[in-house]
């Protein structure tokens, strides 16, 4: 066999990715998800690879009374070259599929990759202007003020929550990119050490990790005091011994300074109890560190006075819930009781 050539599995694999690449045009790419009290149902932007969609006028016209610009297509030089260039690389996978060329799919994995990061950095410039470049004139100007929505992920911006995250052709290119991967990693490995052509589970399997390892991430991320709101009250977080969090399964961080806050805005189905990946509190004791609230220990006591007399706080350890009893006297809680 030719050590040039590329194996089997691989060339199907390309080949589904290039022929998958063309759906790309006909989805959305990206999109930036807006909520705010005004908009409980939310407002969504969809990027294409050749025009704007979802509710553009309506961003338009919030936009105005901040000074920012307003989105028209045409003022895009990526919607009219992008099509072109999903199409070449389109091409260029099926391409490396029939000619089974180790050099031409080392070729394209490149070109990818740079397009990628190019991509990336040309719709974080993009955002960056569209949120500090405004008008000095708009009716609504906060001091020190900028609007520049998420690259990828949740940012508050004012009253609103901005998430940013790929669309439906966004994750096919992702696909493809990963698959592009995983062939390149396969047929290195096989050129490398003259191994034997893969098997089709094989190449499964490690997409599968792959995948697995690009999923966005549900980790609490850390409070930061005197900066975040709470999500619920709207009040600046100033004690950090009271912080919690909600995290979804798509990533986004819910923030409250309080437990009264974070179970008021559960029982209000701010959020549905299926898209929750976890809930977590800050640990009395060590304000840097935030425990998932099933295993944490709760104390009510009129003592604590927190932000918004919740008065209960979490501790990682039942021996620090016992030796914080002296000073705060009160009453151990589950945390189904307080959901109650």
Known sequence: MNNNKIANSSRIALLIAGLSLVAVLFTPIWRIELTAPQYPEGLTLLIHANKLSGSVD???????YIGMKTLHADDFVEFKVLPGIILFF??????????????LMYTLFGLFITFGVLAMVDFWRWEYD????????????VPGMAYQPPLIGFKQLLNFGAYSIPDTGGWIFIGAGLILLVCVVLEWKKAKAGLQKKTALNLMVIMLSA???SSCSTEPVPIRIGKDNCDFCKMTISDKRFGAEIVTKKS???????QHCIVQFLK???VASEDIAGVYFVDFSSPDKLIDA????????PDFKSPMNGNIAAFSHEDSLAKALPKFYGNAISWEDMQK
């Open 58 to 64: 309506i961003i338009n016209g919030l936009n105005h």
């Open 90 to 103: 389109a091409a260029l996978f099926i391409l490396s599929a029939i000619l089974a060329g180790r050099k």
């Open 130 to 141: 569209y949120g500090h470049n405004l008008d000095p004139n708009a009716a609504i100007i």
């Open 211 to 213: 995948a697995l390892l």
């Open 252 to 258: 986004k961080i819910y923030k409250f300074d309080d």
């Open 268 to 270: 209000e189905g701010k």
């Open 294 to 301: 099933k295993k944490a220990y709760f104390l009510q006591s």
